[in-house]
């Protein structure tokens, strides 16, 4: 799910919540992970509108499995 604020809804492995919040550290001010639901690996990230697409793009690209939720693409 995206809204107009930017956030993005991602499903991913628990294991790998962790790394997934180092990586979008390391991408300064693009966004911010919250945990949703830890046990369903749901995770929150708040970007803005207008880093929203780039946070998308790097979610799909990583070397693990991110389901993005609500029929997000990368092109959003």
């Known amino acids: 799910m995206s809204n107009s604020a930017g956030t993005v809804l991602a499903r991913l492995?628990?294991?790998h919540i962790t790394y997934l919040s180092r990586i979008m550290e390391?991408?300064?001010y693009f966004g911010v992970v919250t945990t949703v639901d830890r046990a369903a690996g749901l995770v929150k990230i708040r970007a803005t509108p207008?880093?929203?697409g780039d946070v998308r793009?790097?979610?799909?690209?990583?070397?693990?499995h991110v389901e993005l939720c609500s029929g997000q693409s990368e092109t959003e």
């Open 13 to 15: 492995e628990p294991r």
């Open 26 to 28: 390391g991408y300064e």
């Open 50 to 52: 207008d880093t929203a």
């Open 57 to 64: 793009r790097i979610l799909v690209s990583l070397p693990i």
